[in-house]
């Protein structure tokens, strides 16, 4: 089962940047498509951007849309999300997780989720 964890989150000012990463435990993540989820308080877990496992496709939630990059170096192993000019309504954890795929960017069916990292957009 494709293990992942997030790391990168804090506490950042409305217009400030992060980077989220996500790293693969015990595989290889060459032959996954990778989503970035995220879930705020009191709201349902949702879509923000998902990659292909070449990194040559990519989607983004409309919400994050020109302000949200996704990447990935299957080098390392490792699954970005590169968040500029940060909304308070960006905050949420957020958690990586194997896709269906890129354009339909949901959970794959039994997809393990981690502990996820959590990201305060807050002045």
């Known amino acids: 089962q494709l293990q992942l964890v997030e790391s990168g989150g804090g506490l950042v000012q409305p217009g400030g940047s992060l980077r989220l990463s996500c790293a693969a435990s015990?595989?290889?993540?060459?032959?996954?498509?990778i989503g970035w989820f995220r879930q705020a308080p009191g709201k349902e877990r949702e879509g923000v951007s998902c990659?292909?496992?070449?990194?040559?496709?990519?989607n983004y939630a409309d919400s994050v849309k020109d302000r949200f990059t996704i990447s990935r170096d299957n080098a390392k192993n490792t699954v970005y999300l590169q968040m500029n000019s940060l909304k308070p309504e960006d905050t949420a954890v957020y958690y990586c997780?194997?896709?269906?795929?890129?354009?339909?960017?949901?959970?794959?069916?039994?997809?393990?989720w981690g502990q996820g990292t959590q990201v305060t957009v807050s002045s």
């Open positions: 997780a194997e896709s269906i795929g890129v354009r339909l960017c949901v959970p794959a069916r039994g997809a393990s």
């Open positions: 015990g595989f290889t993540l060459d032959y996954y498509v």
């Open positions: 990659i292909s496992s070449s990194g040559a496709s990519t």
